[in-house]
């Protein structure tokens, strides 16, 4: 091969060497101009969402703190009322050392106006005398034969139940009838034979 091929391949093995690398310097350019972006892309969401977090952790801090300030206005308010309870009884106490019969009226003042605050705070009295037996909102005691009552009606309520929009805070306990002595004795005549 004469000098000069030789000398005008190697010039034409430098022209693509040179077109090469210019072709993967512009491809890792490109390379590196989308990782550059992406990682823009990333700091920009990654801030977004710890901005968030924060606003949502003050947020719920916010709530918290408004909820305890609800609570707070709500005891007092309650306490207010449990106030006016107790100054009737100061007062029927008073009036007690000056008029004996007038503790009778100062405490049915006192309990009349604790029922009131109950009954304004959506809390109803469960006294279920003469009614049917209901389990799920009176708890029976005992039974007790009665001539007077049928089968499983509350003779007599132990303990007064309350109900709170439509959720039970005690149960009445209650002493339930068990029916007519001759009828008990009837069933058990009937039950051994």
Do not use: C, W
Request: no cysteine; proline share 3%; net charge negative.
């Amino acid at each position: 091969m004469p000098k000069n091929e030789k000398a005008e391949k190697t010039e034409i093995n430098i022209e693509q060497n040179k077109e090469e690398k210019e072709t993967n310097n512009t491809e890792e350019q490109n390379k590196n101009n989308e990782l550059e972006k992406l990682q823009d892309d990333y700091n920009k969401l990654k801030n977004d969402y710890l901005r968030l977090l924060a606003d949502f952790d003050n947020y719920r801090k916010r709530m918290e703190k408004e909820i305890e300030e609800t609570k707070e206005v709500a005891k007092h308010s309650i306490i207010k009322e449990f106030l006016v309870i107790l100054d009737n009884l100061e007062k029927a106490i008073e009036m007690a050392y000056q008029h004996k019969d007038a503790i009778i009226e100062g405490i049915e003042l006192s309990i009349k106006s604790f029922k009131d605050m109950l009954k304004k705070h959506g809390i109803e009295e469960i006294n279920p005398e003469k009614e049917t037996f209901n389990p799920n909102i009176h708890d029976a005691l005992m039974t007790q034969e009665s001539d007077k009552l049928p089968k499983n009606t509350v003779i007599q309520t132990i303990e007064k139940g309350y109900i709170y929009k439509d959720k039970l805070i005690r149960p009445a306990k209650v002493i339930v009838s068990a029916g007519k002595k001759e009828e008990n004795q009837q069933n058990n005549n009937t039950e051994e034979e």
